[in-house]
């Protein structure tokens, strides 16, 4: 990518979205198309062909998906199949219909199958049943990956797609409904305290272990694919440095000053 391509960042969540935005701003990319969901309905086929006609970015990277947690997904299984693959459907495709120069997909690692031997690699996707509370977003996002795959190694064309791990920044989403565990952890804790409760009781059991990826990272990696990475084999982007639940708890307990 030159500085001066027309790049478009597909909205998804404010976290990944806007630190690939502030990070190509920060490399001097000036010529960048962003558009909330509010602005563009990926899920109206013709509202994102009319778009990607007139805008004709050069290159996109694609973080725009229906993503809640964990109940969610177990209350709108229909709901979490269909919009996602909608959104496929519309973006990737016509994405590639318009002869977008290159696309990056970014999806999670919840894709990946519940007994997955760890550490998890590449090859390991799909050699295992998927977590039953997940599965209906994970056979979405798979699909998305094998569509850039295919067209990758079917058309010669640049779609290319990454897994990052677990992501956190200082302006993460504390709301209950769709918090994951780093911030809800924290919010748990600081009304604790605040509240003066003793005792609070956590989801996850103590041997759980979750990696954990400070979304910088994530978007100099984004980048860096986009500038040097033609694969058609996806990349998981990861730290390789896990942590238990138990040893989480307790680092966030004395960072809160919860006793």
């Known amino acids: ?104 997909f970014l999806w999670s690692s919840c894709i990946y199958p519940r007994w997955c031997k760890q550490p998890i690699k590449e090859e390991y996707l799909m050699d295992w049943k998927l977590e039953p509370t997940n599965e209906w977003y994970a056979l979405a996002k798979i699909s998305w990956m094998k569509l850039c795959e295919k067209i990758n190694e079917q058309y010669s064309k640049n779609f290319i797609s990454c897994m990052p791990t677990n992501i956190y920044w200082p302006w993460d989403n504390f709301d209950e409904n769709s918090w994951h565990v780093i911030p809800a952890l924290i919010k748990r804790m600081h009304e604790a305290k605040i509240n003066w409760t003793n005792e609070i009781s956590i989801w996850w059991t103590w041997t759980n272990r979750r990696e ?15 500038n040097n990475y033609s694969n058609k084999q996806f990349l998981n982007i990861w730290t390789w440095e896990d942590i238990s639940i138990k040893e989480l708890a307790y680092m966030i307990k004395k960072i809160v000053w919860y006793n």
Do not use: G
């Open 1 to 104: 990518m030159n500085k001066n391509s027309k790049i478009y960042v597909a909205w998804h969540t404010w976290l990944v979205w806007w630190a690939i935005v502030q990070k190509l701003k920060d490399k001097w990319y000036n010529n960048l198309l962003l558009k909330t969901r509010k602005e563009l309905d990926l899920l109206n086929q013709n509202n994102v062909f009319s778009f990607l006609k007139k805008e004709n970015p050069d290159y996109l990277i694609l973080c725009a998906a229906k993503v809640w947690w964990i109940k969610a997904n177990m209350t709108y299984p229909a709901d979490f199949l269909y919009e996602n693959l909608q959104i496929q459907n519309n973006i990737i495709w016509w994405a590639f219909k318009k002869w977008i120069k290159n696309l990056l």
């Open 212 to 226: 954990f990826l400070y979304v910088d990272d994530l978007a100099d990696a984004c980048i860096w694919l986009m």
